[in-house]
């Protein structure tokens, strides 16, 4: 059975990207912090969904959770890495390792990710990994999360250099504004962006999606 997976499923973004890949017959395997979470964010899926948890900055628990999903629907067809730490701060606020902290979650988690799935898509000759972006300009009143956006982009650039060639589909849809219901920056609308950068021809891939 084909399968996607969503790191960081919590309302807003995570929830409707789940939804949107359930809705096209993937099975969705949600991975989030809390049990509460993950929960919430399955009860509004109609389909085949694993809900799991796990710290995205623990790597032993996050491996674990692949596995399983791993386990339920193969390797997976997506992976997206929507897992971010949003707070404001300037660059001076931050202890160092508040820093490290915010880091861990924005981009080491990703990378973790990355290094366990992507891999064994490779390997299969065909995937998507994409991840949440964000600060398409650096702002100085949110500079941990704009360090973090900046990395994960990068991260990005590095997975298309390293498994293009290999069939890996590597993106970001960088959102640059609050996301809510109603407004330009509606989760559902931009779920549409995940599903359509999934599902590009090979010849026509994009590697960023800003909005």
């Known amino acids: 059975m084909s399968g996607a997976v969503i790191v ?4 807003g973004i995570g929830a409707a ?3 949107r890949f359930a809705r096209a017959g993937l099975g969705v395997g949600l991975i989030a912090r809390s049990e509460s979470t993950v929960k919430a964010v399955a009860d509004g899926i109609t389909g085949d969904v694993l809900a799991l948890t796990a710290d995205s900055t623990d790597e032993v ?6 596995d399983r999903v791993v386990e339920e ?4 067809d997506v992976v997206v890495y929507n897992a971010a730490i949003i ?3 300037a660059v001076g606020d931050l202890t160092a390792q508040q820093h490290l902290d915010a880091w861990a979650v924005n981009v080491v988690g990703a990378i973790t990710t990355a290094a ?7 390997e299969r ?4 990994f994409i991840v949440t972006g964000g600060m398409p300009e650096p702002k100085p009143d949110y500079a941990s999360l704009s360090l973090g956006k900046a990395g994960v982009r990068t991260l990005v650039t590095l997975l298309d250099q390293q498994y ?4 890996v589909h590597a993106a970001s849809v960088t959102v640059g504004g609050a996301v809510a219901p109603g407004t330009a920056y509606d989760p559902d609308d931009i779920a549409e962006h995940y599903w359509r950068l999934h599902a590009q021809p090979r010849d026509q891939w994009e590697h960023e999606r800003s909005f």
């Open 116 to 122: 366990h799935v992507v891999p064994a898509m490779a």
């Open 8 to 11: 960081g499923a919590g309302p």
């Open 164 to 167: 293009s060639a290999s069939g």
């Open 73 to 76: 629907y193969g390797v997976p």
């Open 61 to 66: 628990g996050l491996r674990a959770e692949l």
């Open 17 to 19: 990207v789940a939804r």
């Open 125 to 128: 000759g065909s995937g998507s």
């Open 87 to 89: 707070q404001p701060d």
